[in-house]
């Protein structure tokens, strides 16, 4: 029994040491957006103020455009087009200091009961739109919130979200009404990070008052500078690679007065519309309607040139 007790302990302690191992070769590739962290931190996307979260790391307010159709069927497959325009000329700086294309992503907040159609029901042209792309809900219980990203700008400059429509016959809480849905889009890198601090894509202010005595290069790893303060004290303060400094050695600075250039050229943007859970037996009651009121309207067209042809023929009598 105690050989075996040393036998266990002896192999756990191989195990152990072969995983440490194995850990150290993993290469963890580094974010550049943080999607996750908003879905692990934020229970709902859309604040009680109407915001969408994402505009709390993506700080520029830029143009987003959703387009749905005005109504919808139960238990029907519709798309929600979300556009997010920019030049796609313009290139973003990245987390090592290089340029590079714009990255996109999406959020999608709809009414309760609608959620992402599934692949049996998606037709190839919206599966054609959406090659490349995956829509995932936001949570294992919010199937209604949809969210997709980062992925590259420059061939998604507008995502199909397919949806399925909820049937009020099988879903007591759903009824025909009017619903409102909320989209929100961001392009480019966001100017904080999830633990606060901000990235590299935002330019950088000066922290004190006094006079820049010196600026060190820290070879692709930004800057150094050196401000000698009114009260002869010296602070560092370090830039991170990739905006361009806009200051030398002896200028005289204020507080919050810009050393950078502003490197962010993205941003995000929220928008919303409407859309109606129509009832098929309301369509064909009004569509019923319609015709009577036509019949009508010809009976009584009818009628008249009857009435006009007694009178005529009374007239030559």
């Known amino acids: 029994m105690k050989n075996f007790n040393f ?34 931190v934020y229970t709902n996307p859309r604040e009680a103020n109407g915001r969408i979260a994402c505009a709390n790391c993506h700080l520029a307010q830029k143009t987003t455009e959703i387009e749905a159709p005005k109504s919808v069927l139960p238990n029907s497959v519709f798309e929600v087009g979300v556009k997010i325009p920019y030049d796609l000329n313009q290139k973003q700086i990245l987390a090592n200091g290089k340029t590079g294309d714009l990255n996109v992503g999406a959020v ?33 219980d919010q199937e209604n919130i949809l969210v997709v990203g980062p992925i590259a700008g420059k061939t998604h400059q507008e995502i199909s979200f397919p949806i399925l429509a909820p049937d009020p016959e099988t879903n007591k809480d759903i009824n025909f009404v009017k619903y409102p849905i909320y ?19 935002v330019l950088t202010q000066a922290t004190a008052n006094g006079q820049i005595s010196k600026i060190t290069n820290l070879e692709n790893k930004g800057y150094e500078i050196s401000i000698k303060t009114n009260n002869g004290d010296t602070i560092v303060q370090k830039i991170l690679p990739g905006p361009e ?30 859309i ?26 009818l009628k008249k040139k009857q009435f006009e042809k007694v009178q005529a023929a009374e007239m030559n009598f």
């Open 183 to 201: 989209a929100g889009a961001n392009r480019g890198r966001g100017q904080v990070n999830p633990n606060g601090e901000k990235t590299n894509n």
């Open 245 to 274: 400094l806009i200051v030398k050695e002896n200028d005289i600075i204020k507080i919050e007065q810009p050393l950078t250039s502003d490197p962010n050229i993205g941003g995000f943007g929220q928008t919303d519309t409407e």
């Open 7 to 40: 036998n266990l302990k002896f192999l756990n302690k191989i195990v152990l040491f072969t995983l440490l191992i194995v850990t150290n070769f993993i290469v963890v590739k580094p974010t550049e957006a943080f999607p996750i962290y908003a879905q692990n």
């Open 276 to 301: 109606v859970l129509q009832s098929a037996a309301r369509i064909y009651g009004y569509i019923g309607i319609v015709f009577l009121i036509l019949v009508c309207q010809i009976l009584l067209v």
């Open 108 to 140: 999608v907040i709809l009414p309760e009961g609608f959620k992402l159609a599934p692949q049996n029901r998606i037709t190839d042209e919206i599966k054609n739109k959406n090659k490349g792309v995956y829509i995932s809900p936001y949570s294992a």
